[in-house]
């Protein structure tokens, strides 16, 4: 089998970071990317503020109290669309295989590009290096035979080292690092593994079957392999790759669907926009509704074409929403998330219906506005409640 | 940004006549003549034997002041540590007193074996090692993979201690090729890819290797990346034999100054 080379590109703190290039006085300051709102929750920290504690998904007022002099940075979305965009469009002179994932993550297949370009770990280098010129981010970097090695070596350099491990190299490279650096093992599943002495990948690694399924489940089994570095996920370019992820959070709990449904409206907004942004459409959708009580429900639909526009993508989220939205509880948020984006946004069509296009048109004046001034620039009434 | 300064390991090689230094001159200009070609040293002699104060003076005399140097921490703090080595390690920071007043001291380099293993009395040894040296630009090398983790990795950075980045072969056992830039400084060291050589052979074939401008050609954007976080970023080889080290020292130096 070919020997595979794979690249991860981790910009660490990708929004805080985008806004630190563009207003360079609030690098070194811990900063917060959250609306001004009494029960905003946090969207991004910088990694000062990161190190002091402070996380994504926080609210707002308790980062407050951890930190008095926590700089507040009003979400800007389309801007980290388009850094998104300008990282992905840097990558593409290297391969054609690249995997977006979250916000400033990437996956790139660098297998058999050595006659082209060189060995890999001196393309991973350069890749990092043509970010930094061109963005002004330096991303993390890690080249690996796999994408769990390169992920993990990304966490081990963060927030902006490079590591290349060698082929061979993966078991040793894991060995001495923390569980919790490996993808799958939240906090819950880290707690478990440190109470038992399970502190590093190597010991992980070193479980039998039988002990790993006996601690962690089922999934023992497979985080047992994965600490040993083997993985062979394959890098999904295209319409697998990217996902938007759009919270709403609700400015106090509601049972009201009206306001449910403005706030799905303002979700599918910006997510649409951030889409449309990257020339793709949505092949399928899921949302999140977070009660007051803590619980949640989910559901999700996959569309046969691509859908484009705010109205057909709130139609389709508002269907979905009365289909998972069956109890009699406020709600406090509420969350879609568009994947498996497609690269052909729009296909000319003869034959395309004339209020369709109607609504097409629309759609791309609206977007026009918003790129010139801001998502916000122009709404519709539904949104303003 | 920071500066970007490369330098060789050790530089008193008769066996560089010919190749860098001019034949007929004499081995004490040697460090004269070096001085007109590069802006920093690394001296290797210190790990052989404990330098003193009057020795660093000279050196630092004949340098001229334009020089700065880096020196390797003696064998006896970090291959051959025995119960005396806070006296050794006091010995060698009064050695150091002429480079610290001139303000030429590049960096105090410890570099540690392969059997020097991450585990809870080599972690304190470090810990009571580096206190030693407080106050002064210091920079660690590993030789071990078991040290290549970010729990090391923030301890370093705690303390303000350079990681030394190093390209060396890929062999079983080695640490990966890692920078990640943990202190005031960064550095880097050079030691060649002689696979064949590495385990189990003299210093003379084991540093035997000529970098080709390709594989110097690639740590360019990771030199320059460093350096962007550090003050200052010191990049030494020490792959003496013969003169490679100059060659490639020179040849790296060239594809930097192409690269703006």
Same mark, same amino acid.
Request: net charge positive.
């Given at each position: 089998?070919?020997?595979?080379?794979?690249?991860?590109?981790?910009?660490?703190?990708?929004?805080?970071?985008?806004?630190?290039?563009?207003?360079?006085?609030?690098?070194?300051?811990?900063?917060?990317? !959250?609306?001004?709102?009494?029960?905003?929750?946090?969207?991004?920290? %910088?990694?000062?503020?990161?190190?002091?504690?402070?996380?994504?998904?926080?609210?707002?007022?308790?980062?407050?109290?951890?930190?008095?002099?926590?700089?507040?940075?009003?979400?800007?979305?389309?801007?980290?669309?388009?850094?998104?965009?300008?990282?992905? +469009?840097?990558?593409?002179?290297? /391969?054609?295989?690249?995997?977006?994932?979250?916000?400033?993550?990437? #996956?790139?297949?660098?297998?058999?590009?050595?006659?082209?370009?060189?060995?890999?770990?001196?393309?991973?280098?350069?890749?990092?290096? +043509?970010?930094?010129?061109?963005?002004?981010?330096?991303?993390?970097?890690?080249?690996?035979?796999?994408?769990?090695?390169?992920?993990?070596?990304?966490?081990?350099?963060?927030?902006?080292?490079?590591?290349?491990?060698?082929?061979?190299?993966?078991?040793?490279?894991? %060995?001495?690092?923390?569980?919790?650096?490996?993808?799958?093992?939240?906090?819950?599943?880290?707690?478990?593994?440190?109470?038992?002495?399970?502190?590093?990948?190597?010991?992980?690694?070193?479980?039998?079957?039988?002990?790993?399924?006996?601690?962690?489940?089922?999934?023992?089994?497979?985080?047992?392999?994965?600490?040993?570095?083997?993985?062979?996920?394959?890098?999904?370019?295209?319409?697998?790759?990217? *996902?938007?992820?759009?919270?709403?959070? #609700?400015?106090?709990? /509601?049972?009201?669907?009206?306001?449910?449904?403005?706030?799905?409206? @303002? !979700?599918?907004?910006?997510?649409?926009?951030?889409?449309?942004?990257?020339?793709?459409?949505?092949?399928?959708?899921?949302?999140?509704?977070?009660?007051?009580?803590?619980?949640?429900?989910?559901?999700?639909?996959?569309?046969?074409?691509?859908?484009? *526009?705010?109205?057909?993508?709130?139609?389709?989220?508002?269907?979905?929403?009365?289909?998972?939205?069956?109890?009699?509880?406020?709600?406090?948020?509420?969350?879609?998330?568009?994947?498996?984006?497609?690269?052909?946004?729009?296909?000319? @069509?003869?034959?395309?219906?004339?209020?369709?296009?109607?609504?097409?048109?629309?759609?791309?004046?609206?977007? *026009?506005?918003?790129?010139?001034?801001?998502?916000?620039?122009?709404?519709?009434?539904?949104?303003?409640? | 940004?920071?500066?970007?300064?490369?330098?060789?390991?050790?530089?008193?090689?008769?066996?560089?006549?010919?190749?860098?230094?001019?034949?007929?001159?004499?081995?004490?200009?040697?460090?004269?003549?070096?001085?007109?070609?590069?802006?920093?040293?690394?001296?290797?002699?210190?790990?052989?034997?404990?330098?003193?104060?009057?020795?660093?003076?000279?050196?630092?005399?004949?340098?001229?002041?334009?020089?700065?140097?880096?020196?390797?921490?003696?064998?006896?703090?970090?291959?051959?540590?025995?119960?005396?080595?806070?006296?050794?390690?006091?010995?060698?920071?009064?050695?150091?007193?002429?480079?610290?007043?001139?303000?030429?001291?590049?960096?105090?380099? =410890?570099?540690?074996?392969?059997?020097?293993?991450?585990?809870?009395?080599?972690?304190?040894?470090?810990?009571?090692?580096?206190?030693?040296?407080?106050?002064?630009?210091?920079?660690?090398?590993?030789?071990?993979?078991?040290?290549?983790?970010?729990?090391?990795?923030?301890? =370093?950075?705690?303390?303000?201690?350079?990681?030394?980045?190093?390209?060396?072969?890929? =062999?079983?056992?080695?640490?990966?090729?890692?920078?990640?830039?943990?202190?005031?400084?960064?550095?880097?060291?050079?030691? $060649?890819?002689?696979?064949?050589?590495?385990?189990?052979? $003299?210093?003379?074939?084991?540093?035997?290797?000529?970098?080709?401008?390709?594989?110097?050609?690639?740590?360019?954007?990771?030199?320059?990346?460093?350096?962007?976080?550090?003050?200052?970023?010191?990049?030494?080889?020490?792959?003496?034999?013969?003169?490679?080290?100059?060659?490639?020292?020179?040849?790296?130096?060239?594809?930097?100054?192409?690269?703006?």
């Amino acid at each position: 089998m070919r020997e595979r080379e794979i690249v991860h590109i981790n910009v660490s703190h990708f929004m805080a970071a985008v806004e630190e290039t563009l207003e360079p006085r609030l690098k070194g300051r811990p900063c917060a990317v !959250a609306r001004d709102a009494e029960r905003a929750v946090i969207f991004d920290v %910088s990694e000062v503020a990161f190190r002091a504690g402070l996380r994504k998904g926080m609210f707002l007022r308790d980062a407050r109290r951890m930190m008095r002099d926590l700089t507040l940075i009003e979400p800007k979305p389309l801007l980290y669309a388009r850094a998104q965009q300008a990282l992905f +469009e840097t990558m593409t002179q290297f /391969s054609p295989l690249i995997e977006q994932q979250e916000r400033g993550h990437f #996956f790139i297949d660098a297998s058999g590009t050595r006659r082209l370009f060189g060995p890999p770990g001196d393309l991973a280098a350069r890749i990092r290096r +043509e970010v930094k010129e061109a963005l002004s981010l330096t991303p993390s970097t890690g080249h690996a035979a796999n994408k769990l090695v390169a992920k993990v070596a990304t966490r081990v350099v963060k927030p902006d080292g490079f590591a290349s491990i060698p082929h061979g190299g993966e078991a040793s490279f894991l %060995s001495p690092q923390e569980v919790e650096l490996l993808p799958g093992v939240g906090p819950k599943i880290a707690r478990t593994l440190t109470s038992l002495g399970v502190e590093t990948l190597g010991t992980l690694a070193g479980l039998t079957e039988g002990q790993a399924s006996a601690v962690l489940g089922r999934g023992g089994v497979r985080l047992r392999l994965l600490a040993a570095g083997v993985d062979d996920s394959p890098v999904l370019s295209g319409a697998q790759g990217p *996902t938007v992820r759009v919270e709403a959070p #609700f400015p106090e709990d /509601s049972a009201d669907p009206e306001e449910l449904s403005r706030r799905l409206f @303002d !979700a599918v907004e910006e997510g649409g926009m951030q889409v449309r942004f990257m020339n793709r459409g949505v092949c399928a959708l899921k949302l999140e509704i977070w009660y007051a009580d803590g619980l949640t429900a989910a559901g999700s639909e996959q569309f046969p074409a691509p859908l484009t *526009t705010d109205r057909s993508l709130f139609l389709k989220a508002t269907l979905l929403a009365g289909r998972i939205h069956t109890r009699r509880v406020r709600v406090k948020q509420v969350a879609v998330t568009f994947s498996k984006l497609s690269e052909s946004v729009r296909q000319l @069509d003869l034959f395309i219906p004339p209020d369709l296009e109607k609504e097409q048109r629309l759609q791309e004046a609206l977007d *026009t506005i918003r790129r010139k001034y801001d998502l916000h620039a122009v709404r519709y009434g539904r949104s303003l409640g | 940004m920071g500066e970007i300064l490369i330098g060789t390991s050790g530089f008193d090689y008769p066996e560089w006549k010919g190749v860098f230094y001019p034949e007929d001159l004499a081995r004490p200009s040697f460090l004269i003549y070096y001085k007109e070609h590069f802006r920093a040293l690394e001296l290797n002699f210190s790990y052989y034997r404990m330098p003193t104060a009057a020795q660093l003076s000279r050196l630092v005399e004949r340098s001229g002041g334009k020089l700065l140097f880096s020196i390797k921490g003696h064998a006896s703090l970090t291959h051959e540590v025995t119960s005396g080595w806070k006296a050794a390690a006091a010995e060698f920071r009064t050695a150091l007193a002429p480079l610290v007043q001139e303000k030429l001291l590049a960096a105090v380099l =410890l570099q540690f074996p392969t059997s020097f293993h991450y585990n809870d009395a080599n972690r304190r040894y470090l810990n009571d090692l580096t206190e030693t040296f407080a106050g002064l630009p210091l920079t660690v090398e590993f030789r071990g993979a078991d040290w290549m983790s970010r729990r090391v990795f923030d301890a =370093l950075a705690k303390r303000k201690i350079a990681l030394c980045s190093t390209d060396m072969p890929t =062999l079983k056992g080695l640490p990966p090729s890692l920078d990640i830039v943990t202190g005031d400084i960064s550095y880097v060291r050079f030691h $060649g890819r002689n696979e064949a050589h590495w385990w189990g052979s $003299g210093v003379s074939e084991r540093f035997d290797y000529l970098y080709t401008e390709q594989e110097l050609a690639g740590w360019v954007p990771r030199l320059r990346t460093m350096a962007d976080s550090a003050s200052r970023l010191f990049v030494f080889f020490n792959n003496h034999v013969r003169g490679k080290a100059v060659i490639n020292a020179r040849m790296l130096a060239d594809l930097l100054a192409r690269d703006r």
